[in-house]
């Protein structure tokens, strides 16, 4: 059995589970607190939280189950939800660094998530330095002897380039440090960064895990060692915990998220070579194409890759405005993961002469025809 054959039986299976009288979908426990019938059990789960349900701040079984599956699909020992992607991704760092410590970080990573780094660590001692995650040469360049944490992200948000997570791995296991990477374009069904040495994998389940563009979570992976850590600590403390209502709509989800990637991947390849083509985009930034400069690596490393990209264009940023204001089928907005399609538009350095400087332009591809999506841009084009 092939292992998005896996995939698909591990998402869709769940056995009979008599506690929920066969129900399919596990129910939504809209509890608090759970009570106990003697105090011998209460005691009992008051020293071990996390492994019993006692306040949903804690351990919800609606949460719990989603923590489960999504464990088993990126081969964790352990998963805590969270109430967004940035409460997963600032618990898994503050569980890992203290006063005085140094962290290195790929300088393409997700914006807040630099802001965090760079400013907000900053007013308590802990300092940050940003590195071009490609060069293996600069993330041993930039170590010391105070570095305990290597933040990765691969596939970057804007860019799409990738880092060498065995490479980066064997480096941080070397120094004494821990590894930490935002897995979210690939999600579990195409990168596995854990079996590849990387120590804890954040995601944004808002995005490709989600897939309906209805909740906001994110999600914190990695073995119950760091996991117990960051439960009994970060998450019990800072309280960004998801809801049982939301780890609901993210479990039905869940069902069908290979088949979604499987399309997704498909239909990102075809409009992305397509848009390589056209006059006005100068390169696309997809590490599933031939022309990426580490797709060997992409391949090397995932099983698949994701329908988010990116193209770089000369033209001027006002004209790339307007294409994306005429197409019809894609959306002008951030995020990315659900159904539809999306664009947005940023411009590349200062237009202080008036000259033209690069724009780098963000299509994520969603589940309409890619022949639609290949002709709405088209058209845009030529209209503008």
């Not at 935002?182 to 990387?198: E, K, S």
Request: hydrophobic share 35%.
């Amino acid at each position: 059995m092939s292992k998005r054959e896996q995939q698909f039986t591990k998402t869709a299976y769940d056995p009979l589970d008599v506690r929920h009288h066969g129900a399919i979908h596990v129910p939504i426990y809209q509890n608090s607190l759970f009570a106990f019938e003697s105090y011998a059990q209460f005691d009992e789960a008051m020293k071990q939280l996390l492994d019993h349900h006692v306040y949903s701040r804690g351990n919800n079984p609606t949460v719990e189950y989603l923590e489960r599956k999504l464990a088993e699909l990126e081969e964790a020992e352990s998963a805590k939800c969270f109430a967004s992607g940035m409460a997963a991704i600032t618990s898994a760092i503050l569980s890992v660094v203290r006063q005085g410590d140094h962290i290195v970080c790929v300088h393409q990573a997700y914006g807040p998530t630099r802001e965090f780094l760079g400013s907000y660590l900053s007013r308590f001692g802990v300092e940050t330095t940003f590195v071009d995650g490609s060069s293996l040469e600069q993330w041993h360049a930039s170590v010391r002897p105070n570095t305990k944490l290597l933040y990765l992200e691969s596939p970057t948000t804007s860019f799409f380039e990738l880092q060498d997570l065995r490479m980066c791995a064997e480096l941080a296991r070397g120094i004494g440090a821990v590894t930490i990477i935002d897995n979210t374009w690939a999600t579990p069904c195409f990168q596995n960064p854990l079996t590849m040495g990387i120590d804890l994998v954040v995601h944004s389940i808002t995005k490709y895990i989600g897939g309906h563009s209805d909740c906001i979570g994110g999600v914190v992976m990695g073995s119950k060692e760091l996991m117990d850590r960051i439960g009994y600590s970060e998450y019990m403390l800072l309280g960004g915990i998801m809801t049982p209502q939301t780890a609901s709509l993210i479990s039905k989800g869940l069902r069908t998220l290979p088949l979604r990637m499987q399309r997704h991947e498909e239909s990102g390849l075809l409009v992305a070579e397509h848009i390589g083509k056209q006059s006005f985009v100068s390169r696309v930034n997809h590490p599933g194409l031939p022309s990426h400069p580490q797709h060997e690596l992409g391949l090397r490393q995932m099983s698949g890759f994701s329908s988010l990209f990116s193209f770089i264009s000369h033209e001027p940023t006002e004209r790339l405005k307007e294409w994306a204001t005429r197409l019809k089928y894609f959306k002008i907005g951030v995020s990315w993961g659900g159904f539809e399609s999306l664009v947005t538009v940023n411009r590349l350095g200062n237009e202080e002469t008036g000259e033209r400087t690069p724009n780098v332009v963000r299509i994520y591809v969603g589940m309409e025809s890619p022949k639609d999506l290949i002709a709405d841009m088209d058209h845009a084009w030529q209209a503008v």
